[in-house]
């Protein structure tokens, strides 16, 4: 009967440290894959993020190059502005911005 009970334990001994083996040897491979998914994820936030902001500056674009093609007045703004152009007969005046002084 003793003897039983030594190979029981014995047994017992093996199966929590095959438990342990398993256990650590799961542990080794999944934590990599999830630090690989982690950074990939990280990745994949980073690159929406940015073509979010392009399909924003190309939205805008759009509405841009649609309000050139109908609108004389958003023409002669860009005229205006861009390319510094003026109706004939106007002044334009410009103004240096005064330099930062140091007080």
Known sequence: MANNQQISG??????IAGF???LVISIAVIYPAR???S?????YAKVKAEADRKLAERD?????VAALERS??????VARENFRLCKEGEVVMYYKRPANTRR
Do not use: D
């Open 10 to 15: 014995i047994w017992t001994v093996l199966g």
């Open 72 to 77: 004389p007045e958003a023409i002669e703004k």
């Open 20 to 22: 342990i083996a398993l």
């Open 35 to 37: 630090l690989q998914y």
């Open 39 to 43: 950074r990939q994820l990280e990745f």
């Open 60 to 64: 805008a674009l759009q509405k841009e």
